[in-house]
């Protein structure tokens, strides 16, 4: 069966409740009539607010991390539970900005994969390598590690319930896009770990997406890549009209 695109917004910290309203209204009627899934990850604050917006519409709603633990002594954590009350349907996590500034480890991005999967989230878990590791020569080490690490102990069906995000950090928020062939490439990798830890047939189920300036212009290139099945946002799903082009970049 062909892998369903998903396009998943990263709003990272940005859009105050009050924004997070107007974009989505805006965003509602550009992105109704496609056969892509559309995700908005939203700030925490914003959960409740976008989840009611989108009630009824194509549009689901992620969060951007998860707990590991159930409940109890964890100052500013977010349980699943709580994501989970507010009708949030997916989660990203071990985003490289969390990695890098927040001391996210595979270990910990697994700790909560196992945890968002025990639940019902849907996890995206993040992997990528940074400019200095490519230039090394490191690519494929590092991602086999944070994919073997990061999705380690979970089952065949929890597998098909989770997406994983190629991104290079080198390419997010920097303008600078992988060619196709190099997000390709890396994609194809990926799916090559998993089918070593899981089966080839598994592997040739999950969805992986690319995520690094993926905009209006460079969004079809990458998607006619036959290991790509969608893409994170980041700064172009900040703007309605830019995401939508890219939701609908099939039209
Ligand atoms: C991201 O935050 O995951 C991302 C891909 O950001 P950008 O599109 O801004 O590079």
New binding site residues.
């Given amino acids: 069966m062909a892998r369903k695109p998903i396009i998943a917004g990263?709003w990272?910290m940005n859009m105050t409740r009050v924004q997070a309203t107007e974009l989505i209204e805006e965003l509602k009627p550009l992105v109704k009539d496609t056969k892509n899934e559309v995700v908005i990850c939203v700030p925490y604050t914003d959960l409740d607010v976008a989840v009611k917006l989108c009630e009824g519409t194509n549009i689901k709603v992620g969060a951007q991390n998860v707990a590991w633990a159930e409940k109890g002594a964890f100052t500013a954590e977010i349980s699943a539970d709580m994501l989970l009350e507010l009708g949030t349907t997916y989660v990203i996590l071990g985003?490289s900005e969390r990695r890098q500034y927040f001391g996210e480890t595979d270990a910990s991005v697994n700790a909560r994969l196992k945890t968002a999967l025990a639940k019902g989230l849907k996890p995206i878990v993040c992997v990528g390598e940074t400019l200095e590791q490519r230039e090394k020569n490191r690519t494929k080490t590092v991602i086999r590690k944070q994919v073997m690490g990061g999705l380690a102990g979970i089952s065949e069906e929890d597998l098909l319930n989770t997406v994983i995000a190629y991104?290079p950090v080198w390419?997010?928020?920097?303008g600078k896009t992988a060619t196709s062939e190099q997000a390709e490439e890396t994609i194809k990798f990926v799916r090559s770990v998993i089918a070593k830890m899981f089966t080839r047939k598994l592997a040739n189920k999950v969805r992986i997406q690319y995520?690094?300036?993926?905009n209006p212009k460079n969004v079809k290139e990458l998607m006619a890549m036959p290991n790509i099945d969608g893409g994170?946002?980041?700064?172009?799903s900040l703007k309605a009209g830019d995401f939508s082009l890219v939701v609908n970049y099939d039209k």
Avoid: D, L, P, Q
């Fill in positions: 990263n990272k985003h991104e390419a997010i928020g920097t995520g690094g300036s993926m994170i946002i980041g700064g172009a």
